[in-house]
């Protein structure tokens, strides 16, 4: 699981330089969605038949019988216009026999790195599941580069997403974001720099 959730971020960020790769199937993508990865495996495109609101939806479907790799159905935008500001990605998903897990995800790049990240790592949607809103909250740095998200299937299964919104909260709504949460749990101090405590 490490090695496929640690595969999505390296994909993701390299999307970010790269132009709209195009699905092998016949599926017609939702305009401004791509799917960057592993076409053989994974097909993703519009479900005309369910949907959570109106008359269509997306999804991500697993080819594969071994299931050990993972389809992504993403957008990325610059971020100049989110500068200093908390913004919330909500959107519906629901899933068929994703044993190994599907998730609603997004991440704010800098230059170089990372800067806020949330993959539902510590909530993900498994198995069978009707529809049901999601949300991820994420902050957005002063010169923060893109802005990353989108929906990802893990292993073998299919997931359908639908009315995805991204917009500006206040502060008052608590961020998601997995590094923040990693890094507030460390010392605020050096601990037994001496090696004597026990």
Known sequence: MKNIISGLIVIAAAVTFYTCAQ??????LPKGWYSPNNP??????????????GRSCAFIKS???????????MQAISAKNYFGKRIRLSGYIKSKDAESGCAMWMRVDGKVQSLEFDNMSNRLIKGTTDWKKYEIVLDVPEGSVAINYGVVLLGHGEVWCDN????????SVPVTNLIYTKASNLP???????FEEK
């Open 40 to 53: 053989s495996e994974y097909e993703a495109g519009i479900d005309n038949s369910t949907f959570e609101h």
């Open 63 to 73: 080819n594969s019988p071994s299931g050990k790799d993972f389809g992504n159905l």
């Open 188 to 194: 605020t101090e050096p601990v037994n720099m001496d």
């Open 164 to 171: 995805f919104n991204l917009e500006e909260v206040d502060n």
């Open 23 to 28: 699905s092998k199937s016949n599926n017609q």
